[in-house]
């Protein structure tokens, strides 16, 4: 299936900084979307992107997809608490999503 | 959210007994899919159902065995686990399967193998 790989694996930040993950793959991707799991959750869908560099925002967080369909990224604006917990990315391969190792965010007050 | 539901939600086991997680959906998909989250491995896609047929296994011992008696329902049925099988069993639906299809997770099965 379709490999991709997402870094940081783990980020600290202090309430009110910026955050960013990103996901990459060697490969054109159809699409990528985006899942939170909080602690002690489950994995719970954010969106969707398709097109080429396309952009989407939900609040304070700032979805891309690359222009060559190859990487995405995630960044969060001025963090909160609210916003600690893990953050995948699911590529599309040829059957069903593939879902990235993940970053844990940890946001210190 | 309750469109997937999970019972048990917690689960410890001994290595010789048998035991089964169920998995509900009430979002009229057909697809469902088991997943395994341990500590240190990324989610890991144990099995895949659509319209009540296997469709994917992804190399998965045999003392984990499915089953899908209609699209709404799915179980996992264990036996003989041993201690490293120890991880959070996540249950998932969506209206098909395909790279596009969100998927919706059930809040999941902590099991403890002992």
């Known amino acids: 299936g379709q490999q991709v790989m997402q870094i940081p694996q783990y980020q600290h930040v202090q309430e009110g900084e910026d955050f960013t993950t990103y996901c990459n793959s060697s490969?054109?991707?159809?699409?990528i979307q985006w899942y939170k799991q909080r602690p002690g959750g489950h994995p719970v869908f954010l969106i969707q992107?398709?097109?080429?560099?396309e952009v989407k925002k939900q609040k304070r967080l700032t979805f891309q997809f690359g222009e060559a369909k190859k990487n995405s990224s995630l960044h969060i604006t001025a963090t909160q608490t609210t916003d600690v917990g893990t953050y995948f990315c699911?590529?599309?391969?040829?059957?069903?999503?593939?879902f990235g190792r993940g970053t844990s965010l940890i946001v210190h007050p | 959210e309750t469109g997937v539901t999970q019972t048990p939600r917690h689960l410890v086991m001994g290595m010789t007994n048998k035991k089964s997680l169920k998995c509900e959906q009430h979002?009229?998909?057909?697809?469902m899919y088991w997943y395994k989250q341990s500590a240190k491995k990324p989610l890991e896609l144990m099995f895949v159902?659509?319209?009540?047929?296997?469709?994917e296994n992804n190399s998965v011992p045999s003392r984990f065995s499915p089953e899908c008696p209609n699209s709404s329902h799915l179980f996992l049925h264990l036996h003989t686990l041993q201690p490293e099988d120890s991880a959070l069993y996540l249950c998932?639906?969506?209206?098909?399967?395909?790279?596009?299809?969100?998927?919706?997770f059930g809040p999941g099965t902590r099991l403890l193998v002992l």
């Open positions: 699911a590529v599309g391969g040829s059957y069903i999503p593939t």
């Open positions: 998932a639906s969506s209206q098909t399967t395909g790279p596009r299809e969100t998927q919706y």
């Open positions: 490969t054109t991707l159809s699409n």
């Open positions: 159902y659509s319209l009540e047929e296997r469709v």
């Open positions: 979002l009229g998909h057909n697809a």
């Open positions: 992107l398709v097109k080429s560099g």
